[in-house]
């Protein structure tokens, strides 16, 4: 059984900056792909941003350029650095990781951001 831990989330003012992280914990030799997805209220998941084996990140139109994807992959964490957050990134995050082509997900993290 592959596990995700989620940490990270809080409330930030907006303009400033958190940092999600996810570890995966549980019997698996590599990891596929990883991505953040989030969910705002009354709104649908959507992705965020996206890992790829090759090293290549892709992100969402209304992050790109304020968020990257950094990993570890010593500790089979992912992160989510958010900078210059904006009131619409408040949602809760999710962590998600392709490993042997099986989708595993985090249990969730709240972003709220303040005026």
């Known amino acids: 059984q592959v596990q995700l831990v989620e940490s990270g989330g809080g409330l930030v003012q907006a303009g400033g900056s958190l940092r999600l992280s996810c570890a995966a914990s549980?019997?698996?030799?590599?990891?596929?792909?990883m991505g953040w997805y989030r969910q705002a209220p009354g709104k649908q998941r959507e992705l965020v941003a996206r890992?790829?084996?090759?090293?290549?990140?892709n992100y969402a139109d209304s992050v790109r350029g304020r968020y990257t994807i950094p990993r570890d992959n010593a500790k089979n964490t992912v992160y989510l650095q958010m900078n210059s957050l904006k009131h619409q990134d408040k949602a809760v995050y999710y962590c998600?990781?392709?490993?042997?082509?099986?989708?595993?997900w985090g249990q969730g993290t709240q972003v709220t951001v303040s005026s």
């Open positions: 998600n990781i392709l490993i042997a082509s099986h989708n595993y």
């Open positions: 549980g019997f698996f030799f590599s990891i596929n792909a």
């Open positions: 890992m790829n084996t090759g090293g290549s990140a």
